[in-house]
């Protein structure tokens, strides 16, 4: 913490009288104060900077302190507190702001204790809305904590501390137990910061300690932060897989903003007296991959030990099982060759997509685009072929509803060509037609775990990293699909001489219950506009039952 060294009857420049501490954090003292020229009141914020720092750095940091609070001003007005005025003092900077109508969020927990997963909800989707209009112009707040956020009586908030992103002791060491694992290694930072952060203040809200506590040095806080697990959250009911897909550790797997502001939106429409739902403690069904004709599939079910049951396989290789498929949206479809497939019914002409919007593609700026070019059916599907009459499908498709309760949009032609079990614990169903080489694979699993990224990283790749030529097409993005958190991955593999591309997606219906979609056509053919409208119709048209 830093240490108070002004005192009630000291004026910071000749003009700003500190009187009481409001907040403390490491670096940081948050004071009730006073304008003395003006006459009216203020908050104070006293920041050290970092030793040495000259004249010059100094006069420049808080110049911009005041531009950006401006700046955030105009972007979200109402929400941002201004700052009026910045000097450096003997090595310290001061802000000087506005006064604000609300308490600090750190104090209002320490008050009323733990927030309920509601009330949490609805701050976790204010603070969202200031961080969406920041990072819409490239900004980054980079030190946000419940020292910064001040909420109104009737439940908005107010975020202070922009522009002090590496003005102070680098890393960031003003709340070191809200840094991301970016900025304990003193790394550039960007948007994904942020949402770490939103991620421990929401973590914060429900259990009432920060997902990594502090310690006796800022260093071995930050240490912590970036190489300890993170302890699972016990009260956060619904917002469970929201707040561990905010604090992944790699910045590229978190939980998109759509994605976040989708999840929280779910839980404002829940009942907030409702029982919290308890974690399932099945094991973890692994449902790695189903392979081509002489190439045995395996569901491999990770508990205390590793189950492996061999399960016989007349598909392609294509169609190997990941759990949790579902394509609505994929942040990271690499672009395959235009080449046309042989095999593949000419379509008519492509239209434009109906609205089959993914709730949850993955745009933040923290995501690096993969090396392979890639359509993005983010927003919309790419394409659609013209609907038939009265069904709203492209022409030649028709609604499969399968034994097993889900139902999709299939090409004519295609039917079920293999259905693996393992007991009542998880199947799937691979489709396809004779004589065409792209397949579709639709896999469920009782015992997915409450993590989509994770699924496909922990239990789905390692499995696919065993095939030969097998490799990852970008990140596993996270997104939401029909209202459930989801996640993409994309690979291509060699099967028997062919290079196939996969397109996959995980999603979770709660329970630890979860889905894949997998869509599996050879690589040079991935373009086709007939197997872009297959996707796109696939992607629309997946119903699984709600039971």
């Known amino acids: 913490m830093v240490k108070a060294h002004v005192s009630t009857h000291e004026l910071v420049a000749g003009r700003y009288r500190p009187l009481d501490v409001l907040h403390r954090e490491t670096n940081r003292t948050c004071w009730y104060g006073e304008d003395v020229a003006a006459e009216r009141p203020c908050l104070l914020t006293e920041i050290g900077l970092p030793a040495g720092?000259?004249?010059?750095?100094?006069?420049?940091?808080?110049?911009?302190?005041?531009?950006?609070?401006?700046?955030?001003?105009?972007?979200s007005p109402g929400r941002i507190a201004a700052v009026v005025d910045a000097v450096v003092q003997e090595g310290t900077l001061w802000t000087v702001t506005e006064p604000v109508d609300g308490i600090p969020l750190g104090e209002l927990l320490s008050r009323q204790g733990t927030f309920d997963h509601v009330r949490a909800a609805r701050v976790g989707l204010?603070?969202?809305?200031?961080?969406?209009?920041?990072?819409?112009?490239?900004?980054?707040?980079?030190?946000?904590?419940?020292?910064?956020?001040?909420?109104?009586?009737?439940?908005?908030?107010?975020?202070?501390?922009?522009?002090?992103?590496?003005?102070?002791?680098?890393?960031?060491?003003?709340?070191?137990?809200?840094?991301?694992?970016?900025?304990?290694?003193?790394?550039?930072?960007?948007?994904?910061?942020?949402?770490?952060?939103?991620?421990?203040?929401?973590?914060?809200?429900?259990?009432g300690r920060p997902p990594f506590r502090d310690r006796d040095r800022p260093a071995a806080t930050l240490k912590g932060v970036d190489r300890l697990p993170l302890r699972a959250p016990v009260r956060a009911g619904p917002?469970?897989?929201?707040?561990?897909?905010?604090?992944?550790?790699?910045?590229?797997?978190?939980?998109?903003?759509?994605?976040?502001?989708?999840?929280?939106?779910?839980?404002?429409?829940?009942?907030?007296?409702?029982?919290?739902?308890?974690?399932?403690?099945?094991?973890?069904?692994?449902?790695?991959?189903?392979?081509?004709?002489?190439?045995?599939?395996?569901?491999?079910?990770?508990?205390?030990?590793v189950a492996v049951v061999a399960v016989a396989a007349a598909v392609l290789t294509v169609t190997k099982a990941l759990p949790g498929g579902d394509s609505a949206t994929t942040g990271e479809a690499p672009a395959p060759s235009a080449s046309a497939s042989a095999s593949a019914p000419a379509p008519p002409p492509p239209a434009p997509s109906p609205s089959v919007t993914a709730p949850g593609s993955r745009t933040d700026e923290s995501v690096e685009p993969p090396a392979t070019p890639k359509p993005t059916p983010t927003r919309t599907p790419s394409r659609t072929a013209s609907p038939t009459t009265g069904t709203g499908l492209p022409s030649g498709y028709s609604e499969y509803h399968s034994p097993e309760g889900f139902s999709v949009a299939l090409p004519k032609g295609w039917k079920p060509l293999e259905t693996q079990r393992q007991g009542d614990l998880a199947y799937r169903v691979t489709f396809g037609a004779s004589g065409d080489p792209r397949t579709l694979a639709v896999t469920y699993s009782k015992a997915v775990g409450t993590d989509a990224v994770a699924v496909w990283r922990d239990d789905v790749e390692p499995g696919l990293e065993n095939n030969p030529g097998y490799e990852r097409l970008g990140d596993i993005r996270a997104t939401t699909f029909q209202g459930h958190e989801a996640a993409d991955m994309q690979w291509v593999e060699d099967v028997d001489g062919t290079r196939v591309r996969t397109f996959g997606r995980g999603f979770l219906i709660g329970g630890g219950r979860g889905y894949s979609l997998r869509w599996t056509t050879p690589a040079a053919d991935w373009n086709d506009a007939a197997n872009q409208v297959a996707l796109d119709t696939f992607l629309s048209t997946l119903h699984v039952p709600s039971g």
């Open 126 to 207: 204010e603070l969202l809305e200031v961080l969406e209009a920041a990072h819409g112009e490239g900004i980054t707040h980079g030190e946000l904590s419940p020292g910064q956020v001040f909420v109104h009586h009737q439940g908005s908030v107010v975020v202070t501390g922009w522009g002090l992103a590496g003005a102070t002791l680098a890393p960031r060491l003003s709340a070191p137990s809200y840094a991301s694992p970016e900025q304990a290694r003193d790394e550039r930072i960007g948007p994904a910061a942020d949402l770490w952060a939103l991620g421990a203040i929401l973590y914060t809200l429900v259990e």
């Open 53 to 75: 720092t000259d004249e010059e750095t100094s006069l420049r940091t808080a110049a911009g302190v005041v531009r950006m609070s401006k700046t955030m001003r105009v972007l």
């Open 239 to 305: 917002l469970t897989q929201t707040v561990q897909g905010l604090l992944r550790k790699d910045s590229r797997e978190r939980l998109s903003r759509t994605a976040v502001r989708g999840a929280l939106l779910r839980v404002l429409d829940e009942d907030p007296d409702a029982a919290l739902p308890e974690e399932p403690r099945s094991p973890r069904l692994r449902v790695l991959h189903g392979v081509a004709p002489g190439r045995g599939s395996r569901l491999l079910i990770a508990g205390t030990a």
